[in-house]
C-alpha cells in the first residue's frame, strides 16, 4: 500500500451537494480494509510522539478515523456534532460553508486545560468548519492543538482561514 494507491481510492462525484461541487467521497477508501488500515496506521505513526490526551472527531465523517486514531494513541474522543445532537449543556459556534450555513457544538466538560488536542476532520476544503472546531476548542485554553486531515484540498486554500500557528498536517493532498 502506498499514498498514490490511497489517493486513487477516494471517488470523485461531480456536482454534490449542489452543482459546481466535485465532493470527495473517503467512503470508497474506507470499504477497503487494506487502505483504512494504511490511512489509520499512517496518521497514527505522524502524531505518535505528540502525547495526544484528546482526539476529537468532527461530524460525521471525521468520527470515522477520529475514534480509530484516539484508539491507536491512548486518547480520549470528543465529538464536535451539528446543533441540537449533544444532551448535555455546550458551547456553539456557527460558520459557514462553501455551500450553506451550519452550527458545530461541544460539551462544556470535554476538555481540559491539560489536554494535548488533535482535532481531526476526513476532509480539509475552504476551511469553514476546522475553524469553527477551533473557536470552540479555544474556550477551554487549551495550549497544545494539532489538526489533521486525511485529505486537504489544496487549491481552495482552507489553511489560510485560521490561525496558522496550529500545526496542520494533511495525509493526501488534491
Known sequence: MNL???KKSVRNIPDYPKPGIHFKDVSS???NSEVFNFVASQICDYYK????????GIESRGFILGGVLANKLNAGFIPIRKAG?????????SYELEYGFD????HKDALSKNDIVLIHDDL?????TIAAAIELVKRFNISLVYVNFFI???FLEGRKRFNSKIPIWSLIHF
Not at 103 to 106: A, G, L, P, S, V
Open 85 to 93: 445532537k449533544l444532551p448535555s449543556d455546550v458551547y456553539t459556534q
Open 4 to 6: 498514490d494507491k490511497v
Open 29 to 31: 477508501s474506507y470499504q
Open 124 to 128: 480539509l476544503a475552504t476551511g469553514g
Open 152 to 154: 486537504e484540498l489544496d
Open 49 to 56: 510522539d505528540f502525547g495526544i490526551t484528546k482526539v476529537i
Open 103 to 106: 452550527t458545530i457544538e461541544i
